[in-house]
């Protein structure tokens, strides 16, 4: 029985023996295989709710399957320097959040340069944190929350997903704003971190909504407010950091889709014209309102589009992680 990537192997001979350039073969026969999409945190955490949730009509669009990758450590850094040395052949590309434009500043020592090392395939979405507690945490409200961390200090802990990671970057400037020290506790992803709040093993977490939303909507975790500068649709009645204080505290969580360096351009269409499906997709999309998370303009979701945005964010935070004098090493 003649397989479909027998046919494609002996069709790739006969271009070698006819002298075509196989290369352009094999890229004309791209995907035949299945492509692993990376996500540098473990999995049930937001960024691995956003990739599970594109990864189902990528692979429509591609007709081949896209297997979401989990690989946590330091913040996401690993991730990408692992990705940074893939084959650059279409197979591995990579989901990761603003972590990519916040490691330069954070990380003396980076084994990756996000502006030298990638390719760019489009941006995909931008997700605003909430910062919680555990359900019987004793502070009813922001105002009750910043009475006690005033006095108890480092006896309070903090969950981050690693250092350098977004949860981590969120609770630094929370820190940093309210002149306190909290014990921070790193986990491999803000999936395992928010198991450790539920299960009462640690008091506080700022991550995303993509994994909140419901949580705070069944009352299982408490909410003290969130990071974006206007309250969200999808909870109207927590209001936001900067409203209660906190003067300008925003973090709006934006994703980028990422390729090694060298992987060819018309590889690179095909998965950037996957990935606009799926953010098209509707299902996705009322997923994405569901949780808070914005769609991108389609002009964004394209290489140039995430390469600007990425230098202009690396240029944004380096002075402010500088001014706020933390660093993930
Ligand atoms: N929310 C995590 C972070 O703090 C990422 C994740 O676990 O999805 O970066």
Request: charged share 15%; hydrophobic share 45%.
């Amino acid at each position: 029985m003649i397989t479909k990537r027998k046919t494609m192997l002996l069709a790739c001979a006969a271009a070698a023996s006819l002298g075509l350039n196989t290369q352009a073969f094999s890229q004309a026969a791209f995907p035949d295989k299945p492509i692993a999409l990376v996500v540098p945190f473990a999995a049930g955490g937001p960024t691995d709710v956003v990739a599970r949730m594109i990864a189902i009509p990528m692979s429509k669009a591609l007709g081949q399957t896209v297997l979401v990758e989990n690989a946590a450590g330091a913040g996401g850094t690993i991730a990408a320097a692992k990705v940074a040395r893939a084959a650059p052949n279409g197979y591995t590309i990579f989901l990761h959040h603003m972590g990519m434009s916040t490691a330069p500043a954070l990380y003396k020592k980076l084994s990756f340069d996000p502006l030298k090392d990638f390719e760019y395939i489009g941006q995909v979405v931008d997700v605003p944190m909430t910062l919680l507690a555990r359900k019987d945490f004793p502070a009813a409200n922001f105002a009750e929350l910043q009475t006690y961390i005033k006095a108890q200090g480092n006896k309070v802990s903090l969950a981050n997903a690693g250092l350098g990671a977004v949860s981590h970057l969120c609770g630094l400037l929370f820190q940093s704003q309210m002149g306190v020290e909290l014990n921070t506790i790193p986990y491999s992803g803000t999936g395992p971190a928010m198991n450790a709040l539920l299960g009462g093993q640690v008091d506080l977490l700022c991550d995303q909504t993509t994994q909140t939303v419901p949580l705070i909507k069944d009352g299982r975790v408490k909410v003290y407010g969130v990071t974006s500068l206007t309250r969200l649709a999808a909870l109207p009645n927590v209001p936001t950091l900067n409203e209660q204080g906190l003067k300008g505290f925003e973090v709006k969580v934006w994703h980028g889709m990422y390729a090694p360096k060298g992987t060819p351009a018309p590889v690179l269409e095909k998965i950037n014209a996957a990935l606009r499906v799926a953010m098209q997709d509707p299902m996705v999309k009322q997923r994405l309102v569901d949780l808070s998370a914005d769609i991108p303009p389609m002009e964004k979701i394209s290489a140039a589009g995430l390469k600007t945005h990425l230098e202009a964010e690396i240029a944004k935070w380096a002075p402010v992680i500088k001014q706020a004098g933390v660093y993930a090493d």
